[in-house]
């Protein structure tokens, strides 16, 4: 490959001037030498369209205003997050489990008697009181406590949950549908 080492040497001479155009612009001696580095990396890449006999400085000097300018309108749209807080207020919780869970709790509540779903649902889903539930179901107070605590312990037993409490905690990690 032909690199012609009189243009090279042109633009090695330049980058003093680049760097000093970089700073003026930037104000930060680390963002001036990317600039210039991109402005270099641009520059070598495109060499075949710098027309010889035209000002290479003014080619160059261009070269680094539009990388800034570019730079700029980027960094615009960009939202500063060192400690990631911004990005960890974007992030959702994964919903597969609860659909696994859910769909536990739906073979769960089909293998209970209807008399027994029919009450778990009125009271434990639809935040009936028992007193409501009896009313509706047209029984007693007592047959209504029975239907729901028989419920709630075949459920949690078709469901594979040994404790109550860990309920919560199963149907997050993704219960198994027991069929």
Same mark, same amino acid.
């Given at each position: ?14 980058? !003093? *001037?680049?760097? =000093? ?12 030498? %990317? ?7 641009? =520059? ?17 000097? @261009?070269?680094?205003?539009? @990388? ?18 911004? =990005?960890?207020?974007? @992030?959702?919780? #994964?919903?597969?489990?609860? &659909? ?7 073979? &769960?509540?089909?293998?209970? !008697? #209807?008399?027994?779903?029919? *009450?778990?649902?009125?009271? &434990? ?7 409501? *539930? ?16 028989? =419920? ?7 469901? %594979?949950? %040994?404790? !109550? ?5 199963? @149907?997050?990690?993704? *219960?198994?549908?027991?069929?």
């Amino acid at each position: 490959m032909y690199v012609d080492t009189d243009w090279r040497d042109q633009v090695v001479a330049l980058i !003093p *001037a680049l760097r =000093a155009f970089a700073w003026s612009i930037s104000r930060n001696g680390a963002d001036a030498d %990317d600039l210039v580095q991109d402005t270099l990396i641009k =520059a070598w890449s495109h060499r075949d369209k710098f027309e010889t006999g035209t000002n290479l400085r003014a080619w160059l000097f @261009t070269i680094l205003r539009n @990388t800034y300018y570019t730079s700029m309108v980027r960094r615009r749209r960009e939202v500063r997050d060192e400690d990631d807080q911004h =990005a960890r207020a974007l @992030t959702f919780q #994964p919903t597969q489990e609860w &659909g696994l869970a859910i769909r536990a709790l739906q073979v &769960g509540l089909d293998q209970l !008697p #209807p008399e027994h779903r029919e *009450a778990l649902i009125l009271v &434990g889903a639809a935040g009936l009181s028992y007193e409501e *539930a009896a009313e509706i179901c047209g029984c007693a107070l007592g047959t209504i406590k029975s239907r729901v605590n028989r =419920a709630r312990a075949r459920l949690l037993k078709v469901m %594979d949950i %040994d404790n !109550p409490s860990d309920a919560i905690t199963a @149907t997050r990690e993704g *219960a198994s549908i027991g069929v």
